[in-house]
């Protein structure tokens, strides 16, 4: 279960992200970034505190909401990102990389 609010002023959108980040919160973050741009948001936030789990589509539909933002020429920030989101995201990760393989 998710909810996601947002508020614009003065050319700023501020979206909230409360509960799982999954494939349907994911689309309705879109969304709310879609009417952001559409308003002609130069900044968007988007607060992650409240996030408690996120899994592979909800990452996805995060990085391509990330994606729009920087197409349409708009500055991004990425906020509170809560604990249970950063394990999430650091196991998704893990999952990812192949065993033994190192980053530079």
């Known amino acids: ?5 947002s508020s614009a002023l003065a050319g700023a959108t501020s979206i909230e992200v ?4 999954d494939v349907v919160a994911a689309y309705d973050l879109r969304l709310r970034l879609d009417v952001a741009l559409r308003q002609k ?12 789990s996120v899994d592979p ?3 996805r539909g995060l990085r391509r909401c990330c994606e729009a ?11 509170g990102c809560s604990g249970p989101f950063r394990t999430d995201l650091a196991r998704l990760e893990s999952r990812r990389s192949p065993v033994g ?4």
Do not use: K, P
Not at 1 to 5: A, E, L
Not at 18 to 21: A, E, M, Q, Y
């Open 41 to 52: 948001s130069h900044f968007v936030g988007i607060d992650l505190t409240r996030v408690t």
């Open 1 to 5: 279960m998710h909810h996601i609010t």
């Open 101 to 104: 393989s190192r980053r530079g």
């Open 69 to 79: 933002a920087v197409a349409a020429g708009v500055v991004l920030t990425l906020t």
């Open 18 to 21: 409360d509960g799982t980040l």
């Open 57 to 59: 589509d909800g990452a």
